[in-house]
């Protein structure tokens, strides 16, 4: 069995990259260049892939290739605080400006295009719905439309996994401790990144980033409830 993985470079998709190597034979993983603001993201996904393979002898004859597809048209279009250097605040819906529209939704359909010629069969993405960051498009729904989308217009089986959905961010931790132990837990502090101001140069336990905006504290106080003595 074989999947590719949507990787950004996010605590996420790495916890989902690592979920993915322990399932199936076969492990590619696709990125997006949209133009996002910092690029940290995108310039730790090597060095992740690296640090697993590394680390995790029994992974590296697993993982293949990495896929990075220039979307920089999403940019182009459209003004938000992902591709923009704007203040990030939420509009009138109760949307934060992060949010790019028709993100998830081109990502997961060129993840089926690259995947389709390539004989892999499930697509495995970081969505979630529990620390509901306000994205329509990481809803369970929406992702289930998705998948019978792309099987009918594709005439194929995709089976798209989204391990994260129903867990929060301490559990997310708590994935990476189960799947690789304190190994795993070390690799996403140091290597991963979530800030949306791509803050680099503040280490706190829990990895690097600016502390305050959303990312940062979604992620700071999942670390805080994983360290939390249990009851
Ligand atoms: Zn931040």
Request: aromatic residues 10%; charged residues 20%; negative net charge.
């Amino acid at each position: 069995m074989s999947a590719i993985v949507l990787f950004s470079g996010g605590q996420d998709s790495t916890a989902c990259l690592a979920w993915a190597l322990e399932r199936f034979d076969r492990v590619e993983t696709i990125g997006f260049d949209y133009h996002q603001r910092h690029r940290i993201e995108l310039s730790q996904r090597p060095v992740i892939r690296a640090a697993l393979a590394q680390k995790f002898p029994r992974w590296a004859p697993k993982l293949g290739p990495d896929h990075v597809i220039d979307l920089s048209a999403l940019a182009a279009i459209g003004a938000t605080a992902m591709t923009q250097d704007i203040a990030i605040t939420l509009d009138a819906s109760g949307l934060p400006n992060t949010f790019v529209p028709g993100r998830n939704l081109l990502f997961l359909t060129f993840a089926a295009a690259l995947a389709y010629p390539r004989g892999l069969r499930h697509i495995v993405g970081g969505m979630c719905e529990t620390d509901f960051s306000g994205y329509p498009d990481c809803r369970d729904d929406t992702i289930k439309a998705m998948q019978a989308t792309i099987n009918l217009g594709m005439d194929s089986h995709f089976i798209i996994e989204t391990p994260l959905m129903w867990i929060d961010k301490a559990a997310t931790w708590r994935l990476a401790e189960t799947l690789g132990g304190q190994a795993l837990v070390d690799l996403t502090v140091e290597e991963t990144h979530t800030c949306y101001l791509g803050t680099r140069d503040q280490k706190h336990d829990w990895g690097y980033g600016c502390g305050t905006c959303p990312a940062c504290q979604l992620r700071a106080e999942g670390w805080r409830r994983f360290r939390a003595p249990g009851p």
